[in-house]
């Protein structure tokens, strides 16, 4: 996504980033028979209008721009699914799947996001001046990245993938709140109000819909270890014998 930014238009970013609820919409109904309401469906392309009213302005794109862009909507979109997968299979709450992931994830990054990040920036992390200023906001960012990645995981574990998606729209709308009431309402207008609102709206009717019996159906039943009644077994071990 990082790169996405780098490479495109905020504006086209900002629909990149819309572009995740359809997708993991479409993982949940290809891999789980997931079935979504018709209010369901309605109140995600409220959200999705919403957003993109308040958020999307100039639009630009170019090819690498849009490969960072397909790259990053669905290697974010089957992670966010698979974190949900795997902490039903195998009943793992949020701090177990964490826990065995975050390992994996720090050392893969000391490895190759040195390499990456000469390649794109062109220049050497390791030529850095780490002050004790820049070492503070450093640690300060690990630390607030911890409790994104446990938060993360907690809400794909109680919910699913796509909800946190829609969940994930209300951080834009009060970045944007935010911003206007500490930094001035220079940018404020009756779009960017419309949009909050529509998005709002979106996420209550999403909430109200997808709880009601029928809103969202999960079809598929995850593979369950089967094992014989030992009783069963005493019976058939004796009439061999």
Not at 96 to 120: C, E, I, K, M
Not at 134 to 159: D, E, M, P
Request: glycine share 8%; hydrophobic share 50%.
């Amino acid at each position: 996504m990082n790169v996405s930014l780098m490479w495109n238009s905020v504006g086209f970013y900002q629909i990149a980033k819309l572009c995740m609820i359809p997708a993991s919409c479409l993982l949940e109904v290809v891999f789980d028979h997931v079935h979504y309401s018709r209010d369901t469906k309605l109140s995600i392309m409220v959200v999705l209008i919403g957003v993109a009213v308040c958020t999307v302005t100039d639009v630009s794109v170019n090819a690498k721009g849009l490969a960072a862009a397909v790259i990053a909507v669905w290697s974010t979109a089957l992670q966010q699914y698979y974190v949900h997968f795997l902490q039903r299979k195998y009943s793992l709450n949020s701090f177990n799947l964490l826990g065995h992931t975050a390992p994996a994830q720090a050392g893969s990054l000391l490895l190759v996001g040195p390499f990456v990040d000469f390649l794109l920036t062109g220049k050497r992390v390791d030529h850095f001046g780490f002050t004790s200023i820049a070492l503070f906001f450093l640690t300060l960012s690990c630390v607030i990245a911890i409790g994104v990645n446990l938060s993360q995981f907690i809400c794909i574990g109680r919910f699913s993938a796509v909800s946190f998606q829609v969940l994930g729209h209300m951080k834009t709308v009060l970045v944007l709140s935010l911003g206007f009431l500490f930094f001035g309402k220079e940018g404020l207008n009756f779009q960017v109000v419309l949009g909050m609102i529509l998005a709002v709206v979106g996420m209550i009717w999403y909430g109200n819909a997808s709880a009601k019996p029928g809103g969202k159906e999960r079809r598929s039943v995850l593979p369950v270890r089967s094992e014989k009644p030992s009783g069963a077994l005493d019976e058939k071990d004796g009439s061999e014998k």
